[in-house]
């Protein structure tokens, strides 16, 4: 039944993945972005039109001519739920098939280093039996956090570990539902790519300025993953000779100088050297509040980000070398107060960076910030409409048996 409700979602992945993305679309633009006759694409769309899952909107734009229709999907035929996870809170929302927010955002805080993975499923349980959407009508779960993450066999080699089974399917086994797992910083730069500023540029570096400074790239359009998946851990090129212990293990890493947990350190230190600043009036000082008072004016703050940003600018001269990307997004918690990361940054890439490489590369601030997780987990899970989407329903189908 489950398999039956959602083959097209397989069967006709490639023309439902760029509706989602463009969410409006006529049969030529559909036919010249999958690379199918348009004969072909006209007979998918009236498949999908007689199943429920899309409808026509109207007639596009014609210089002359016929005009031709717009397609596009209907919203509410099924559902995606989100979880993005960061070191210390999951957020939690359910996007419907036109990316629109459906749901309250649900926020869990925790520390992921000690979060038992017990714990996170009864975390989930909860917000399905309070969400207001039908759960049959949910397509899967995604699962979007920091660490390294194994997508293929659904494992967290850093966290939420457990001793005989997969995070995936232990939450399968559970939910009753497909469960995907994947990078939260590669879920960001999906976002970015698909629905932020960069939505133009087929290869581009998404910073996820968080607790540590997580690299997400799209690489000639794709998602660029590295041999075994574990690409762009930015946090951990080792620049500094600090001797301070990074959370990997190791010492001097950008994380040590650049992350908001470093920040925050130097915050609470500057406090209590006697700094002046608004940050003295907080009992105890939190990276959102190192933020608000940045974006507030309070010269300490702003100094503690552009000391960050810097040395962010630093390795980024690093990456722009090797990458030559087309674009740089400044994207994840910190880049609420963007723009005060950009002039450091630029003042590094000028010290460090090729001039040539650097003119060649844009620089944005994310307008998506801390929703930027949330939607490319969505997204991810659009990316997994084909076979995986397939093996997935046929593995839930298993266990209800």
């Known amino acids: 039944m489950l398999s039956?409700?959602?083959?097209?979602?397989?069967?006709?992945?490639?023309?439902?993945?760029?509706?989602?993305?463009?969410?409006?679309?006529?049969?030529?633009?559909?036919?010249?972005?999958?690379?199918k006759s348009i004969p072909y694409t006209i007979k998918v769309l009236n498949e999908l039109i007689k199943d429920g899952y899309v409808e026509e909107k109207g007639f596009a734009d014609s210089s002359g001519g016929r005009k031709p229709i717009n397609y596009s999907l209907i919203a509410n035929t099924h559902y995606i739920m989100s979880v993005a996870m960061d070191q210390f809170s999951a957020q939690?929302?359910?996007?419907?098939?036109?990316?629109?927010?459906?749901?309250?955002?649900?926020?869990?805080?925790?520390?992921?280093?000690?979060l038992k993975a017990e714990t996170f499923l009864s975390y989930l349980k909860a917000y399905l039996n309070e969400m207001t959407i039908?759960?049959?009508?949910?397509?899967?779960?995604?699962?979007?956090?920091?660490?390294?993450?194994?997508?293929?066999?659904?494992?967290?080699?850093?966290?939420?570990?457990?001793?005989?089974?997969?995070?995936?399917?232990?939450?399968?086994?559970?939910?009753?539902?497909?469960?995907?797992?994947?990078n939260n910083s590669t879920a960001i730069a999906l976002g970015e790519q698909k629905f932020g500023v960069a939505t133009h540029e087929k290869n581009v570096m998404v910073l996820n300025l968080g607790w540590g400074i997580g690299l997400g790239m799209i690489v000639d359009d794709t998602i660029f993953r590295g041999n075994n998946g574990f690409a762009g851990e930015f946090s951990h090129i080792p620049?500094?000779?600090?001797?301070?212990?990074?959370?990997?293990?190791?010492?001097?890493?950008?994380?040590?100088?650049?992350?908001?947990?470093?920040i925050t350190a130097n915050a609470k230190k500057g406090i209590a050297d006697g700094q002046v600043s608004s940050l003295s009036n907080y009992h105890e000082i939190k990276a959102d509040d190192i933020l608000r008072e940045a974006d507030k004016g309070d010269l300490f703050a702003v100094k503690l980000i552009s000391e960050a940003a810097y040395h962010v600018g630093q390795g980024l001269a690093i990456l722009i070398h090797l990458m030559n990307p087309g674009a740089v997004v400044l994207s994840g918690?910190?880049?609420?107060?963007?723009?005060?990361?950009?002039?450091?940054?630029?003042?590094?890439?000028n010290e460090h960076c090729i001039p040539r490489l650097t003119k060649l590369t844009e620089f944005f601030?994310?307008?998506?910030?801390?929703?930027?997780?949330?939607?490319?987990?969505?997204?991810?899970?659009?990316?997994?409409f084909g076979k995986k989407l397939d093996k997935k329903m046929n593995s839930i189908m298993d266990l209800s048996l």
């Open 4 to 35: 039956r409700k959602l083959a097209p979602l397989v069967r006709y992945s490639e023309t439902l993945k760029r509706l989602y993305y463009n969410k409006v679309l006529t049969s030529t633009e559909i036919s010249e972005q999958t690379g």
């Open 92 to 114: 939690v929302v359910v996007v419907d098939m036109n990316n629109n927010f459906v749901t309250d955002i649900g926020q869990y805080d925790f520390d992921i280093s000690t």
């Open 134 to 182: 039908n759960k049959s009508d949910l397509i899967g779960i995604v699962v979007t956090m920091p660490g390294f993450v194994d997508t293929e066999n659904g494992i967290n080699h850093t966290f939420l570990s457990l001793p005989d089974q997969t995070l995936v399917d232990y939450l399968e086994e559970h939910l009753s539902l497909p469960v995907f797992l994947d």
């Open 239 to 262: 620049l500094f000779q600090n001797g301070k212990l990074c959370t990997c293990g190791k010492r001097g890493c950008l994380e040590t100088e650049a992350s908001l947990i470093a």
């Open 333 to 349: 918690k910190g880049s609420t107060v963007g723009n005060l990361w950009m002039a450091p940054i630029q003042q590094a890439m």
């Open 365 to 384: 601030v994310s307008d998506l910030n801390s929703k930027a997780q949330l939607i490319g987990g969505a997204a991810l899970m659009v990316e997994n």
